[in-house]
């Protein structure tokens, strides 16, 4: 582990769940899932309430999210500390694109996911989220 890996693991959780806002993530594992449709089939899920800190479809763009139409209208960037998902989900448990996000009772699908790394382990999580 390195030196910065306990301490900003820590840091981006305390600082999200006392700022950010209170989002559902449904935990999808196995199943078949279809990037079409956005659906999920024979996928046992597991969900837990996190805090989150949000922002637009600028955001995404920023921090270089897909290609030119890959980010539309709506999309909205969802970061998660890294920590408080594993303390949900499981040791070693990730965000994938067939997780979802519910926010203000709308479920969003996670389309990508980018790891924001301290180190050798992740601190925190920014999911690109369509409706």
């Not at 594992?29 to 279809?34: A, F, L, N, Q, V």
């Not at 949900?88 to 519910?102: E, I, N, R, S, Y």
């Amino acid at each position: 582990m390195g030196v910065l890996d306990g301490v900003a693991r820590s840091v981006a959780g305390t600082l999200i769940a006392r700022f950010g806002k209170r989002v559902g993530v449904v935990y999808r594992r196995g199943g078949t899932y279809d990037p079409a449709s956005g659906t999920i089939t024979g996928a046992p899920e597991a969900t837990a309430t996190l805090s989150a800190l949000m922002g637009d479809t600028q955001r995404l763009q920023r921090l270089g999210f897909g290609e030119i139409g890959e980010v539309q209208a709506g999309d909205l960037a969802v970061d998660l500390p890294a920590r408080d998902f594993e303390a949900a989900f499981g040791a070693g448990a990730v965000p994938t694109p067939a997780d979802a996000v519910v926010v203000d009772g709308v479920e969003y699908q996670v389309k990508q996911v980018k790891p924001m790394w301290s180190g050798e382990q992740v601190a925190m999580y920014t999911l690109h989220i369509r409706r």
